[in-house]
């Protein structure tokens, strides 16, 4: 089984920057794509960031491409999610999720892909 644990959540401005971090335990993330989804109330899981095992390719939803940034350390067990220039639309409960399947690699952008998630962290954006 594997653990994750996001932080790094919280109140910034539009036009700010967060990192949200996501610390794994039990189980190495190195053999793990990795990636970050979000959800509001009352909407579904929407796709935000992912980072292949195999190949390292990475991945961003339309709405964040050029702005957010996901990244590893395998050494530190742990994901990150650098977001800069935060809009209002981007406040939302971002989750850490894994995947250990090999299926990912063709359906990266799906969270029926992923195996783990953690308890979320929420990012609120003030206009």
């Known amino acids: 089984q594997v653990q994750l644990v996001e932080s790094g959540g919280g109140l910034v401005q539009a036009g700010g920057s967060l990192r949200l971090s996501c610390a794994a335990s039990?189980?190495?993330?190195?053999?793990?794509?990795v990636g970050w989804f979000r959800q509001v109330p009352g909407k579904a899981r929407e796709f935000v960031a992912t980072?292949?095992?195999?190949?390292?390719?990475?991945y961003y939803a339309d709405s964040v491409e050029g702005r957010f940034t996901i990244s590893r350390d395998n050494a530190k067990n742990t994901v990150y999610l650098q977001m800069n220039s935060l809009k209002p639309e981007d406040a939302a409960r971002y989750y850490c999720e894994l995947s250990g399947r090999t299926t990912v690699a063709a359906t990266p952008r799906s969270a029926a892909s992923y195996d783990y998630w953690g308890q979320g962290t929420q990012v609120t954006v003030s206009s």
């Open positions: 980072k292949t095992w195999s190949r390292g390719s990475t």
């Open positions: 039990g189980r190495s993330i190195s053999v793990y794509t």
